[in-house]
């Protein structure tokens, strides 16, 4: 499975797209009980997380990673010798429907962070993902806070309209109308199940349009009501300004890099130095705003001036440079940038924004994990889950063999069958 992590590589189509939903695209109907034996996987070079070693074995026993020198037989056998080994890859930013985790895990993302699920779909998803190893897991804000008729009301319509699962034309969510209604609002996501809050600060200019936006004391009470309740918040805002808003609020991080500044403006500095002063981490979404440059990409979503995609990667390097923590995200959508394959080109966008091939891969893996919470996953070591990525070559010195994918491994159940199996 070799995913182009050229620019047009990635754009996925929106009939494929929703192909792809309307099937249930499976990678063989593999369950939890399918990962009772041991693998070991001898001569590989790991990228454990955080630091690369050169040649080891790792053991996967059932649904973790084991101490390969453990002295037990393995049952199955898989020789390594000039691949990497990488733990699943986890996506910061995306929005699930019917198919998108199966479509994920394919191009070895294992577990995606959704920042906006529509409740039906999001309870069916769950169970999917509970039930089966096919598809990859997920954590979800569940239903985003924002302004009546606010952003994405318009590609909520948009998607019903293209005929998804899950959507139509008419189909409507909670919304917020000012800061009395801010505990109501976090409360009903918790009884939703949602893992965090995520707020959108967007009045639309990025995108051509006036959208109603959230008010300052609106975000602000939206975000001590989300701490209140123990959930991390997480703000869309796209403009300097709109992150600005986000800050005074106190959010926990923010969705997307800021697309408004062009590379040359100091603000754009001093604006990563603000986020790195209180903390913040940033999903960086690169693709998803060379997609809105993009104009035959498929997607319901645009810029409406030039310069998004370099104003962007401008922004994740003075981020980078300020030493904030950036995340890997792509903003996946049933359109275009496409689940599981945008993230190998986020990974080549983030070292042209200046991380080297080994901060990209934190970012893919072991960095979401931390900033999400998610403690059994995101690294290789004993005691963690088997959520692991098989690649041809070495992404640590040639970022796009990310995309060679050889064998992908959720919860110890391998998804693909390589030749050096035994």
Known sequence: MNFNTSRRGFLGIAAATAGIAATGLSLGCATAEDNSSRTLIRNVRVFDGKR?????????????????????????????????????????HTHIFEGSLAQALQSGV??????????????EQRK??????????????????????????????????????GVDPGTTFD???????????VAARLAEGADYLKVVVDDGSVHGGDFPVLAPETVAALTKAGHAAGLSVIAHAIT????????????????????????????GQRLAERVRAQGVFVVSTLAYFETLDDPQAQTVDRCAGAGCGPNATAAARALYRAGVPLLAGTDATPFAPQ??????????????????????????TSLPAHHFGLRDRGRIAPGLRADLVLVAGDPTTDIASS???????????RQSGHPGAN
Request: with cysteine; proline share 5%.
């Open 339 to 364: 689940h599981g394959g945008a993230m190998h080109r986020e990974l080549v966008l983030l070292t042209e924004a200046g991380l080297s091939n080994e901060a990209a891969l934190a970012a893919a």
């Open 128 to 165: 999917l993902a509970a039930e089966r190893d096919d598809v990859a897991d997920f954590r979800s804000a569940g239903t985003l806070a924002t302004a009546p008729d606010g952003h994405p009301s318009q590609l909520i319509a948009a998607v019903g309209q293209a005929g998804i699962p």
């Open 175 to 185: 919304m917020v109308a000012g800061p009395e209604q801010a505990e109501a609002f």
């Open 52 to 92: 690369t070693i050169p040649k080891t074995d790792v053991l996967l026993d059932g649904a973790t990673i084991a101490d390969a020198a453990d002295g037990k037989k393995a049952e199955v056998e898989i020789d390594g010798a000039g691949m990497t080994l990488l733990p699943g890859l986890i996506d910061g």
């Open 240 to 267: 300097a300004r709109e992150a600005a808003i986000a800050l005074d609020a106190g959010v926990d991080g923010l969705a997307h890099v800021w697309t408004d500044l062009a590379p040359d403006d100091p603000a």
């Open 110 to 123: 294992t577990t995606e962070l959704d920042m906006f699920c529509l409740p039906g779909i999001l309870a």
């Open 403 to 413: 995309a060679e994918i050889v064998d992908v491994w959720r919860r110890g159940v």
